[in-house]
């Protein structure tokens, strides 16, 4: 199969793109990684007049500490940030979610940015920058603006993105003290998007209560899911499973999930609750174990 007849662009610098979408708008799609983009391409599924190749802007290409923040460019391949040592020996959370989403020979060329924009609720990367209070940059010839992920997803596939806005950065903020994170989630298969998955982020205040809790649910709605009433539960209790239980259930209550022909809702929402348990078991021993950072 191949697409329909497009103009391409292959910018060299972040501006010449930015002045392309600018002039293009609603015209153009943005190329990245091309795992999602390519197949909706070769089945004309998706038919845009220009194509916006930003694989050549080695400025977008990179991973950052800084301050508080892991910045990460929005060409970075995800494989790079699964393999960043930060990420390897501190940072289980994104670990576990890179491990998840998809394949290696995926993740080898997909990119961070490409998976964020492309807002797929199912996606894990979505729910753990949701889990770790993180954040989106995004580009327009007219400036900047930075966003929540709450502020940048609207539903299925769709964000606040302006056609003449470019993703370029996304920014995941770094745990402090004794902290662990954790991924589960509930596929087919591996490879496949999630069923249900939930993401957690713990910090521990130097009594053993949590100082922080980050929960993001992927497969649970139109978007990747804040559990704030779980994550408000959480904060400033010492763990315990009837404190882990309670916080399962308010987080099932938050889910907006649909049935499918691979589970109903019903099932989908049980599955939240039994999954975010089971993560932030996960992420209190990761964050037990570890060292004060």
């Not at 966003?147 to 964000?159: D, G, N």
């Not at 239980?245 to 999930?257: I, K, L, T």
Request: charged share 25%; with cysteine; net charge negative.
């Amino acid at each position: 199969m191949k697409p329909a007849a497009f103009d391409y662009y292959a910018p060299d610098t972040l501006e010449e793109a930015l002045a392309v979408l600018a002039e293009r708008g609603d015209e153009a799609k943005i190329l990245a990684g091309g795992q999602s983009l390519v197949p909706l391409l070769n089945m004309r599924l998706a038919k845009p007049e220009a194509l916006v190749d930003i694989n050549r802007l080695a400025e977008l290409d990179y991973i950052r500490e800084e301050d508080d923040w892991l910045a990460v460019g929005a060409i970075t391949r995800q494989r790079a940030l699964e393999r960043y040592p930060l990420v390897r020996q501190r940072l289980p959370l994104i670990a576990d979610s890179l491990h998840y989403l998809g394949h290696a020979q995926i993740r080898n060329r997909g990119t961070i940015g490409g998976n964020l924009a492309h807002a797929d609720p199912a996606s894990e990367l979505p729910a753990t920058l949701v889990a770790m209070g993180g954040e989106l940059v995004v580009a327009s010839a007219a400036g900047r603006r930075t966003l929540a992920p709450e502020e940048f997803y609207l539903t299925y596939l769709t964000t606040t993105l302006d056609p003449t806005e470019l993703l370029v950065e996304a920014r995941f903020r770094l745990p402090t003290g004794r902290h662990g994170g954790a991924f589960v989630e509930l596929s087919r298969r591996h490879g496949d998007y999630a069923m249900v998955g939930v993401a957690v982020q713990l910090e521990l205040a130097p009594d053993g209560t949590l100082a922080r809790a980050g929960i993001g649910m992927c497969g649970a709605g139109p978007v990747p899911i804040k559990a704030a009433a779980a994550e408000a539960l959480l904060v400033g209790e010492r763990p315990s499973e009837q404190v882990f239980a309670e916080a399962g259930v308010r987080a099932a209550e938050q889910a907006e999930p649909e049935s499918d022909i691979h589970a109903s809702a019903d099932y989908r929402r049980d599955m939240v609750r039994v999954l975010t348990v089971r993560a932030l078991r996960l992420a209190l021993q990761r964050a037990t174990a570890a060292p004060d950072r």
